[in-house]
């Protein structure tokens, strides 16, 4: 019986592919590196909320921007702090980078409804929902895939 390099027998004594720790501890890195680099255009996007929200000093408009903006760059600070840990083999880090991306996807829901609320058009809510979907479907399949045992593993 020849196995491959990737494959062991079991013990009923049938050969089973076996979950290569390297290619699944880069899987981790890639996902974390993927998160640093969102993290940093989240926290440009508070900026440009903080920007704009300057413009309009004391409006409920830009006190809401502020707000969204002050989370925004909390919870980018937050999944940075999570990524590295998660690099350095913590799952604490997954913890961390668990509750901040929580946060922001509540966050950018708010924004959601705010914007709703805003628009009087069929076409005005739907390019919200698309703007929206664009943030919350990479964070939720990240988040998901943090949670994976293929990533998990590398966590202590």
């Known amino acids: 019986k020849v196995m491959l390099k990737n494959e062991s027998e079991s013990p009923a004594g049938q050969i089973s592919p076996v979950l290569n720790k390297r290619s699944s501890s880069a899987i981790l890195a890639t996902l974390c590196v993927l998160t640093l680099i969102g993290s940093v255009f ?5 900026i440009v909320y ?3 929200s300057s413009v309009g000093a004391g409006e409920t408009w830009a006190d809401s921007m502020n707000v969204r903006g002050s989370l925004y760059l909390l ?9 590295v840990k998660m690099l350095n083999k913590e799952m604490l880090g997954l913890h961390v980078y668990t509750v901040s991306q929580v946060i922001y996807l509540i966050t950018v829901f708010f924004a959601l409804s705010y914007y709703l609320d805003k628009f009087k058009s069929n076409f005005g809510d739907q390019f919200a929902i698309m703007l929206v979907m664009f943030f919350v479907v990479p964070s939720v399949v990240i988040l998901a895939l943090y949670w994976t045992q293929m990533a998990k ?3 202590k």
């Open 153 to 155: 593993q590398h966590l």
């Open 75 to 83: 919870t980018s600070i937050g999944t940075i702090i999570g990524a």
């Open 42 to 46: 989240t926290i440009l996007r508070a």
């Open 50 to 52: 903080f920007t704009i």
